[in-house]
């Protein structure tokens, strides 16, 4: 069978070829950027509820070292040398190990930077459950079985421990600097700070106080607050995404402006019972929109109560709207909301 030519092949044919080449270099680069462990799959739920075993059961030197020491074959097979021999060869315990070593990464492992004595937590704690929270739930050995630095700060602060970088680290001091911060980290770190992001280095509360942001920006207001914003672009932005408008304004800030300049919207044909303004806020009422300014209209509360023998299940419109002209826009939501 004749081969065909890469070039003689339709477009169609070589655009799919090149995309499928770009996918797979993607997917490798993407398995080589990722990092901690894989997921391996080992069940504490199984061991530690179903099971009952105690941490020292598989982590042997956890109260007499600094480093607790992952399962050991020969423990393993006190309860799998019987629980295996019914099993196919694939799911023995001995699967789990290379010679005699546990096969999986040491998810919770921390970095060289950080001075810990796993030892003199265990005696002062007692508790496994109070750092690795949730473990004895956990079904598979990945990166999230890991003690954050959130919940370390914490505990130190309800032990009153010091707070000093130099506890725990050997380089970080206070003048220390995530590597995010060093890469056009101005124009970054909005969108990040709001983000609740649960790395720590996304933290800003670990190292700034809420006063700090607030003096900044007094100061230097964000790039997108130029004239545009200040004219058109805020009144968008802000019934988006008012908690982050929230950061720096209190809402008396946009009552006195408004008291003097109305929003661009309301223009000539604002107002009158037969606008559509209402249009923008009904229905239901939000608390992001017109009710922000107009929390009190007196038309709203006058709305003209249903007779006696009206019932929520009469059809308002076959009636009113058709024969019988409405003081009002009808945007077609339910009547009964106002008239009650």
């Known amino acids: 069978m004749a081969?065909?030519?890469?070039?003689?092949?339709?477009?169609?044919?070589?655009?799919a070829l090149a995309l499928a080449g770009l996918a797979l270099v993607g997917?490798?680069?993407?398995?080589?950027l990722k990092g901690g462990p894989r997921a391996f799959a080992f069940s504490h739920r199984l061991h530690v509820l179903e099971e009952g075993l105690d941490c020292v059961s598989c982590h042997e030197d956890l109260g007499r070292s600094d480093e607790p020491g992952l399962p050991a074959l020969d423990g393993c097979l006190v309860c799998h040398e019987d629980i295996d021999?019914?099993?196919?060869?694939?799911?023995?315990?001995?699967?789990?190990f290379e010679a005699e070593t546990f096969r999986a990464?040491?998810?919770?492992?921390?970095?060289?930077?950080?001075?810990?004595?796993?030892?003199?937590h265990v005696a002062a704690i007692e508790d496994c459950g109070a750092c690795h929270r949730g473990i004895e739930e956990?079904?598979?050995?990945?990166?999230?079985?890991?003690?954050?630095?959130?919940?370390?700060?914490d505990c130190h602060v309800e032990q009153a421990?010091?707070?000093e970088c130099a506890t725990c680290h050997r380089e970080i001091t206070a003048d220390w600097a995530p590597d995010s911060h060093h890469h056009n980290w101005r124009r970054r770190h909005g969108p990040?700070?709001?983000?609740?992001?649960?790395?720590?280095?996304?933290?800003?509360?670990?190292?700034?106080?809420?006063?700090?942001?607030?003096?900044?920006?007094?100061?230097?207001?964000?790039?997108?607050?130029?004239?545009y914003f200040r004219r058109r672009g805020h009144g968008v932005l802000s019934s988006m995404d008012r908690d982050r408008c929230a950061v720096c304004h209190r809402s008396d800030t946009c009552n006195r402006c408004h008291e003097e300049v109305r929003p661009d919207s309301h223009g000539g044909n604002w107002g009158g019972t037969q606008s559509v303004h209402c249009l923008g806020c009904h229905f239901p009422l939000s608390g992001e929109s017109c009710v922000v300014c107009h929390k009190g209209t007196p038309s709203h509360l006058e709305a003209t109560p249903k007779p006696d023998w009206h019932t929520p299940a009469m059809n308002c419109r076959q009636c009113h709207g058709a024969g019988q002209p409405l003081p009002h826009v009808d945007k077609g939501d339910d009547c009964n909301a106002c008239h009650l």
């Open 85 to 96: 021999a019914e099993k196919p060869p694939e799911r023995h315990v001995t699967g789990l």
């Open 27 to 32: 997917c490798a680069l993407f398995e080589g």
């Open 3 to 15: 081969i065909l030519s890469v070039r003689r092949m339709p477009w169609t044919v070589r655009a």
């Open 138 to 153: 956990n079904e598979r050995i990945d990166a999230d079985i890991g003690v954050i630095m959130a919940a370390c700060v």
């Open 161 to 163: 421990v010091s707070d």
């Open 192 to 227: 990040i700070a709001r983000s609740e992001s649960s790395l720590t280095a996304d933290d800003c509360s670990m190292c700034h106080t809420e006063s700090l942001c607030v003096g900044c920006h007094l100061d230097e207001p964000p790039e997108d607050h130029d004239n």
């Open 105 to 120: 990464a040491h998810a919770s492992r921390l970095a060289d930077e950080l001075t810990f004595s796993h030892q003199l």
